[in-house]
């Protein structure tokens, strides 16, 4: 259930932002893609765009908030910073190591205190952090050699699909949450028909996987968001990177185009026919 | 005076002694889980009340016949016992829509004061734990019976209160989901 104000304070105007901020980088010869003011526009609106969504949703989320999984807002807009230090290859590799571990450790402090031991809360945060450095390691590559067109074309179809997958897997805040992002990317995607420039990317990469990940996360440990549909979104990233390395050299672009979209789909695709049978089985017990 | 007449004295004098009335002594109750119930009630799209239960509370309460300001509750109960009759819907309330319960384990009451408001209703205020929000409620108390079971005195009390979930951070679907939830909280405790 989404009212009209929510699609328009949250969905609406954070994507009319980005995609105002990233036509004004494509059209402002001052502007071009590459120099630092870019970099500063596509590192600082989107991750501003989203926690404006966010507000506009959930409310503004305290320091320290009480649901965990709010903290994803926080470190939505860290990822600004993260953004910012594109000159400074260790420093921001640094800041990276430390978001990656931290932000499971946070969003997960109810799982630890209760369930885990130090042993095992340990391992699980060591394997969380890999896999969000993984990601990032993965999707920046993808951005310095994709245009932005096909890699903001996979990431907003991630986006999508964990937000889809996550109102049928029955939690409508977190899947509100993901649509934030899947808008913001929406609207990324467009200005890349104008900006499809290698790079324009790379700032919004570390917002994704935060937000991705804390969807993912958060759907498994708090809610009913089953451990095949987790590994089929999660591992789209690593099918839409495999794609890259395809040798398609000799066919049109657009079956290029195509080729990538179906392999980095694919999984999302399984993931939402999983989800869409189980809401169907629910359906016979519904309330 | 002889000895007959001081023995009748001392009889008289012991007996007036006994009888007179003794101040009574907080007596404090542990929550029997199986006898004691939580029911709540919220209104579904506006239409009619969905009904759900929370399982096996536990606590105790402090019962002063004589200064019912001395008297104390404290209840908790696990958020994941929530039943409501529907497997799916429980599987919902308990996730991020609503409980949150992986998170938010517990749902506690702590009074803070007990006021006798009638011969049997009393008044508590306290501090309502829920969802991870601390919030200050009055619960409208009547005692419902003391036996003995099994040797032990037992005592009940039934509990009336009503919340809006918005307060407690539940924000959540309120177009479909109503805002208000009014308890009905059933202790039953033996004497510690």
């Not at chain 1, 949703?57 to 649901?67: E, N, R, S």
């Not at chain 2, 749902?107 to 006798?116: A, C, L, Y």
């Amino acid at each position: 259930m989404i009212t009209g104000q929510e699609i328009l304070w949250a969905y609406v105007l954070p994507a009319a932002l980005v995609l105002v901020s990233c036509l004004g980088v494509a059209f402002t010869p001052r502007l071009k893609t590459g120099r630092w003011i870019s970099n500063v526009v596509i590192a600082v609106i989107p991750a501003a765009a989203f926690a404006l969504g966010f507000w506009q949703l959930h409310g503004w989320p305290g320091w320290v908030p009480a649901d965990t999984t709010q903290w994803v807002m926080h470190f939505a807009l860290l990822c600004i910073v993260i953004g910012l230090l594109r000159e400074s290859h260790w420093m921001r590799w640094l800041c990276l190591m430390v978001l990656a571990v931290v932000f499971p450790w946070f969003l997960l402090k109810p799982i630890i205190q209760y369930d885990w031991t130090t042993p095992v809360a340990i391992a699980w945060i060591t394997v969380y952090a890999m896999v969000i450095l993984l990601h990032i390691g993965l999707l920046e590559h993808m951005a310095r050699h994709l245009n932005a067109f096909r890699l903001s074309m996979i990431l907003t179809m991630i986006a999508g699909a964990t937000t889809v997958v996550l109102s049928l897997s029955g939690s409508l805040s977190l899947a509100k949450t993901s649509g934030i992002l899947a808008a913001i990317l929406l609207a990324a995607f467009l200005v890349s028909y104008w900006l499809p420039n290698k790079g324009f990317l790379l700032p919004l990469i570390p917002l994704f996987v935060v937000v991705m990940c804390g969807m993912w996360l958060s759907g498994f440990y708090y809610a009913k968001f089953n451990v095949i549909n987790t590994i089929l979104l999660s591992g789209s990233v690593l099918l839409a990177w495999l794609g890259m390395w395809i040798k398609l050299e000799t066919r049109p672009a657009w079956q290029k185009f195509m080729v990538h979209a179906c392999l980095a789909g694919a999984p999302l695709a399984l993931a939402f026919v999983l989800a869409l049978m189980q809401f169907m089985q629910n359906e016979a017990n519904s309330y | 005076m002889n000895a007959r007449a001081i023995k009748a004295l001392f009889i008289i004098s012991l007996s007036a002694f006994l009888t007179l009335p003794v101040a009574a002594k907080p007596e404090t109750f542990k929550v029997d889980p199986v006898h004691s119930m939580i029911f709540f009630k919220i209104q579904h799209a506006g239409v009619g009340y969905t009904y759900g239960m929370f399982f096996n509370p536990e606590g105790q309460f402090v019962v002063d016949q004589e200064t019912p300001e001395n008297s104390s509750v404290t209840v908790q109960v696990k958020a994941d016992s929530v039943n409501t009759g529907n497997t799916n819907r429980d599987n919902h309330v308990k996730g991020p829509d609503f409980l949150n319960a992986r998170q938010f384990r517990v749902i506690s009451f702590k009074s803070t004061s007990v006021t006798k408001t009638g011969e049997k209703t009393y008044e508590a205020k306290g501090q309502l734990s829920l969802h991870g929000v601390e919030k200050d409620i009055v619960v409208a108390l009547e005692e419902t019976g003391r036996a003995e079971i099994r040797g032990k005195t037992a005592m009940g009390y039934e509990g009336k209160f009503r919340i809006k979930r918005s307060d407690f951070g539940m924000t959540n679907m309120l177009a479909g989901v109503g805002d208000d939830i009014t308890f009905q909280v059933s202790l039953e405790g033996a004497i510690q």
